[in-house]
């Protein structure tokens, strides 16, 4: 894989792990209902290609998937949002619970929700907008399905994808919820109507739910499994793979998690020796650390063997180097316990002293002060941060350093870095 390849899939996995607050969205939708934007009058084009239509994909909480499929050949015009392999096989065999229920909007759009379908791990809805006289907004923002209630049922809504067609009259979409309840007979779905005055509604559909027709469990195991990390602690706490997608659960308590951006994205589940796709991850704070989730693809239908394995996680090294700027080449590297630190400049400015750097893209340095004089000064704050290449192609991450003083320092101080540190540690998950 050349660099440019890895640092986009390092890129998608930084942008799977970011997670909302859990308090986000309140405050989002109040600031939102206060001072909403003015809406404009536009001619609704008539010539977009289905290929080239706006295809909206939502990440709430931390995750996508890359493929979805309503499990029921009742439903039609949904066939552009089904991909994949086992996820089709599965649309194949005619499952799902056909629903058929709408309502109509204030600006006479028609939604229907058309089935679902459902499992241990999520529920997936699929619905549709129609309007003859033209959806003005082409990524279906008129219509925002937030959360699904029902007995001991309180789901949330994590993420989605929607198309529209040619003419920008018909919108087929698909949301995912947290799994509800084994229990529940009804299912009543949550929405945010967007009206023509900017101004929010809300409202809801209900309908009958069949948890008989939920899909069946292929794997369900704890792991409970705890491993030491510089920082702290990540426990394993189990596996739920269902035909939609495979989910491992835990928590951890890891002082310097977020220091780094790919926390996660070093754990890989490995099933009969293949690594299976990661799909996502999130976590969210808890009274005793933090919870995380990490969403991985299908399992095979034949599974012999099932292994988690940690690849790499946030860690920290101890450095107390004393770097001697007047010594220092911008073209050489400076060795961090084997990661890479380039100093490319060194300025007294109105702001301050400035010390443009670059490291590696999983390194952040901790402690950093400047001496001049036998004076320290700390690390005021850090600007500018970008992406810089070097010669060979390889993608650094530069910024510039500030520090309140105006005298020209005479050295460079670093404790400490916290980095994406190898653990490769192995947990076997029996199949049997």
Do not use: C
């Not at 089709?88 to 600006?107: A, F, I, P, S, Y």
């Not at 239908?301 to 001697?324: C, N, P, R, W």
């Not at 301050?352 to 002060?369: H, K, M």
Request: a negative charge; aromatic letters at 6%; charged letters at 25%.
């Amino acid at each position: 894989m050349n660099h440019v390849e890895e640092r986009l899939r390092d890129e998608k996995k930084r942008i799977n792990s970011i997670t909302a607050p859990e308090e986000l969205e309140t405050r989002l939708r109040n600031a939102l209902n206060e001072a909403a934007p003015k809406r404009t009058k536009r001619r609704i084009p008539r010539v977009w290609k289905a290929a080239a239509a706006a295809l909206f994909l939502i990440v709430i909480f931390g995750y996508h998937y890359n493929a979805f499929a309503y499990y029921g050949k009742k439903l039609l015009g949904f066939d552009e949002l089904i991909s994949g392999t086992l996820l089709q096989e599965l649309n194949e065999q005619g499952m799902g619970q056909l629903v058929d229920k709408g309502v109509t909007l204030e600006d006479g759009t028609e939604v229907t929700i058309d089935g679902i379908m459902s499992d241990a791990n999520q529920l997936i809805l699929y619905y549709t907008l129609r309007n003859p006289k033209g959806i003005e907004d082409a990524m279906g923002g008129i219509f925002n399905p937030e959360q699904i209630t029902g007995f001991l049922t309180n789901s949330n809504v994590h993420s989605g994808t929607s198309l529209i067609n040619e003419d920008h009259t018909e919108i087929k979409g698909m949301r995912t919820f947290k799994p509800v309840s084994p229990f529940a007979k009804q299912l009543t779905l949550h929405y945010r109507e967007q009206l023509q005055n900017n101004q929010g509604k809300d409202g809801s559909i209900s309908f009958p739910y069949d948890p008989n027709k939920a899909m069946q469990t292929q794997v369900k195991k704890s792991i409970r499994k705890t491993i030491k990390v510089d920082k702290g602690t990540i426990t394993f706490r189990s596996i739920t793979a269902t035909p939609t997608m495979t989910l491992i659960e835990g928590s951890f308590n890891v002082e310097n998690f977020d220091r780094i951006h790919s926390g996660l994205s070093g754990i890989e589940l490995i099933a009969n020796g293949t690594p299976v796709e990661e799909l996502g991850s999130g976590h969210q704070s808890s009274i005793r650390g933090r919870n995380f989730s990490i969403h991985y693809g299908l399992l095979p239908k034949q599974l012999d063997s099932l292994e988690l394995v940690m690849k790499e996680f946030v860690g920290y090294q101890k450095l107390d180097q004393k770097l001697s700027l007047a010594s220092i080449n911008e073209n050489e590297p400076i060795s961090l316990e084997g990661k890479g630190l380039w100093v490319k400049k060194a300025a007294v400015t109105s702001q301050g002293v400035e010390i443009t750097i670059a490291t590696d893209d999983d390194v952040l340095l901790d402690g950093v002060s400047i001496e001049a004089q036998d004076e320290v000064t700390s690390l005021r704050t850090t600007v500018n941060q970008l992406d810089s290449k070097l010669e060979d192609g390889t993608i650094m991450k530069e910024r510039t350093l500030l520090f309140d003083t105006s005298v020209m320092p005479e050295y460079l101080h670093i404790k400490g870095m916290h980095y994406m540190k190898e653990y490769n540690q192995v947990i076997e998950i029996p199949v049997n």
